[in-house]
């Protein structure tokens, strides 16, 4: 433990500054765009333009955070599913793993908790309630299944193309369109978690835990599902590529 920490320490403050990054820019656009104190808000009465831009504008987070030089060399893994999923992998060790979770965790309700203080009522209040994540008219299961899959699809993206000659470098340009594309399409249904960390952090400040633990645990299962496919799959086509290159 000692040892992982000190060789590491660095990468841990980066997964939390990288969540941090995360809940604050959610936490001022959703602000800007939701709250009814808003000039914004008021002039954009669209609700299905203004979760369009909240798209966009999430999805770019994700991608400075994925390339932002005090982000990215962690990995940027910045969900604990993630990290769960590459620690089954075991391309990360079990210690490296557990200060990675309790990074992103703290960072995430530090960030939000500084936002509370910063914005106050405009971010507390409804409708933005310290943008928790909460399901949508549709009820518990739509959310339920829509944070499963959207989980399961963003792990399958992340591990099949990260591990192709050519795609990999596609990878983090994917995840962030995928962001944006969950924000819009997934957002009215169950809020868009797939992070237990993002969830967390709001959930927390905001002392609001409606179906808490669907968020703590649809996108672990979902990611662990995708990462469990992968390593079905994976041997074997290393199996029919090693058979090409040998003539068989």
Request: aromatic share 12%; charged share 10%.
């Amino acid at each position: 433990m000692k040892a992982s920490f000190r060789k590491n320490w660095l990468h841990y403050l980066q997964e939390a500054l990288g969540l941090a990054i995360f809940m604050v820019s959610a936490c001022s656009f959703a602000v800007i765009l939701e709250s009814k104190m808003s000039f914004v808000h008021l002039a954009l009465p669209d609700e299905f333009l203004r979760r369009v831009l909240m798209g966009i504008v999430m999805g770019l987070t994700a991608l400075f955070i994925f390339y932002g030089p005090w982000t990215s060399p962690s990995g940027s893994h910045i969900n604990p599913a993630v990290t769960l999923s590459f620690l089954y992998l075991d391309r990360i060790c079990p210690w490296d793993a557990v200060f990675y979770i309790l990074a992103q965790f703290i960072g995430g309700v530090l960030a939000v908790l500084l936002m509370q203080w910063i914005i106050g009522a405009a971010l507390t209040d409804l409708p933005v309630s310290s943008v928790v994540t909460v399901p949508g008219k549709t009820g518990l299961w739509p959310a339920f299944f829509t944070e499963l899959f959207i989980a399961f699809g963003t792990m399958t993206m992340v591990l099949f193309t990260s591990d192709h000659r050519v795609l990999k470098k596609c990878t983090r340009p994917a995840a962030g369109i995928l962001v944006a594309l969950y924000v819009i399409i997934a957002g009215p249904i169950s809020g868009f978690g797939m992070n237990p960390a993002r969830s967390f952090a709001s959930a927390v400040p905001a002392h609001t835990y409606t179906a808490f633990w669907m968020y703590m645990m649809a996108p672990v299962l979902g990611m662990l599902a995708a990462t469990m496919l992968y390593s079905r799959i994976r041997p074997v086509q290393q199996m029919v590529k090693n058979k090409e290159n040998i003539g068989l």
